[in-house]
DNA sequence: TTGACATATGTTTGCGCAAACATATATTTT
DNA sequence: AAAATATATGTTTGCGCAAACATATGTCAA
């Protein structure tokens, strides 16, 4: 009998009841070795899983899933991908519930809180066993729908804010204010700000700006777009800035994209870091270690933020009450440009 | 009677029967609104979803896709999230799902065929509606699942060799050869190549080599790691190559990070491009544009391969039988580091 | 005024699995 | 040798939804 002929007989697609009879075993035998749990016996597991290939089952989750709020799915919501910052948290997240055997679902709001409410509603209908949401800014349908259903949340990168269980991240907050505070101290004065506002940045923004204005010093000039912006547009608003008459003395970015743009501004027209302009970043990306100057950043653990709340979502003990607030550290690399 | 009370009623999470006994119409209208098909009156529409939201109701999509083989996941396998052509790719497949109502569930392999297998035998187990995998390699076993399960796949990135079903990108073959001609025309005899050599960059270099030693040229030296490199692996192998007695007339870099760092080196050290030593990458990534000078490149399509490809998936009348090749248009920009 | 068709809703049914429980045999302890 | 425990498998049951089909009522043309 050949193959097509021996699969034909049982049902399309093959059922844990068509294995069973196969391996000659009962269906909750197949579903015990098809989920790993439970006793089963040399013999029969060998048995179950010949079976299987030879008919070419694939375990079907949604059947047993069914109604019990605990598959091994988490919802995954970020900005963008676009972003590195996300891909790095990203990447950590994969990796960690790949360890821990869940499954990422992943939605992309392009930095819209509608959207975010959207997709995790949509995500929702999936019964996932957790969910990783960005930032600490949600809309009340979203809160009041985590709520409601009681879904375990993590909410990464940012901790200063009010979260709905358990945050992971910076404190964006303590760190627009270390900068600004290093920068004052190396007598700088005279500031210029360069950013795409995303609420991230904004917090970051808030608090270097409440600093330096009360440590004597002033921010000169701003160039804040509301859409994303990447090196090319750091370039461009870094010449932008520095050709006009009112020269700041440094210009700190939102993030080290638009730095290292800022940068390569000024190798091109042979402006001289940091006497002719000091230039700051943010995040610590690993390609600023190939640039000919290293600029100075504030170097944040988006890896080990994506494995830490990844874990937390794993972790069967951790309680969507405790409310828990991990704080990770930032350094601040002070590098040629300041 | 409180909201808590209410709800209390009803199960644990509540189902679309209570949500029909909130309305006072049947469960079938319930998933007929939830799923926004067939008719509906204005006036039940309104009631049922009001009644959804009133005891905090949430569509199960485990429930109803049991068994059907048709629910609206697509499973997307992608070998990095660190590497920038890969998020842009998804970007598009992201977004392009979305736009048809389908949820992408991902996977990532870090480049080994024998994680992809496992990866999308997991997948499988979802039931999705399709998958997306990158390139044309792929283990025996997976084959055989996607045959055995009928699975619809689209291949992605790389259109040299024999496709499951569809694929998706740019011939790699040709922009190896491409790229070999225009240095050969330039006049360039002596090449180095610096690169980490996933599947696709192998097959460009092989192209690329063929056509340079075919016509006349030599590739002097090469730096091929096994591991996945960065820019800052691209300036410190171009500064490895350079510092040698043989200094190749150009170096060639499998990506544009790679190309990035070596000029980054070549910024450092005062060595002129491409007068002392001519620079070429691949991808054209935009971050390009924000360099001093423009490195000569290939331009690739990725985040309209991710789209199409997606387009596809989602596309209910196109076929896995019909195995159409999808192949992309390249370009080469000619920068100024040749 | 009849029939054809569009519109709107309801009833029955089964998808494939895993929890809960039952049972049976082997192994160890007392 | 009896009891306790570990190991190994089977039986029954129901999860929540959507397909298939049935049944109304409204609307328009002939």
């Known amino acids: 009998m050949s193959d097509k002929d021996k699969k034909n007989q049982y049902s399309n697609p093959p059922t844990m009841h068509d294995v069973a009879h196969v391996a000659g075993v009962s269906q909750m035998t197949v579903s015990r070795v098809m989920r790993g749990t439970g006793y089963i016996s040399k013999d029969v597991l060998k048995r179950v899983q010949d079976a299987a290939i030879s008919i070419g089952y694939v375990h079907n989750r949604l059947a047993g899933g069914m109604s019990k709020y605990d598959n091994p799915l988490i919802g995954v919501v970020v900005p963008s991908l676009q972003n590195r910052v996300f891909t790095e948290v990203l990447s950590g997240i994969s990796d960690t519930l790949n360890n821990n055997n869940l499954q990422p679902v992943f939605g992309v709001t392009e930095y819209s809180l509608e959207r975010e409410e959207e997709i995790v509603f949509d995500l929702l209908s999936w019964r996932p066993r957790g969910l990783i949401l960005a930032g600490l800014e949600h809309t009340d349908g979203l809160r009041r729908i985590i709520e409601q259903t009681g ?67 002033i921010i000169s000039q701003t160039r804040i777009s509301p859409k994303m912006l990447s090196m090319k547009e750091g370039r461009e608003l870094t010449a932008d800035i520095l050709s ?35 230039l700051a970043g943010f995040n610590g990306l690993n390609f600023l270690e190939a640039l000919p100057v290293q600029i100075t950043t504030t170097k944040t653990p988006r890896y080990e933020i994506g494995v830490e709340a990844a874990n937390w979502i794993s972790d069967k003990n951790s309680k ?19």
């Open 320 to 338: 969507q009450e405790e409310r828990r607030v991990h704080e990770f550290d930032i350094e601040l690399i002070k590098g040629d440009t300041t």
């Open 151 to 217: 879904v375990k949340t993590a909410e990464i990168m940012d901790v200063d804010g009010s979260a709905i269980a358990a945050s992971f991240g910076i404190s964006q907050k303590a760190a627009g204010e270390q900068m600004a505070k290093y920068l004052l101290n190396k007598g700088y004065k005279n500031f210029a700000y360069i950013a795409w506002l995303d609420e991230r940045a904004k917090k970051r923004f808030d608090a270097f700006k409440a600093y330096i204005e009360n440590h004597g010093g």
């Open 244 to 278: 006009g008459s009112d020269k700041p003395e440094v210009i700190y970015y939102a993030n080290d994209d638009l730095a290292a743009g800022g940068l390569m501004h000024c190798i091109t027209e042979n402006i001289k870091v940091p006497e002719d302009v000091a």
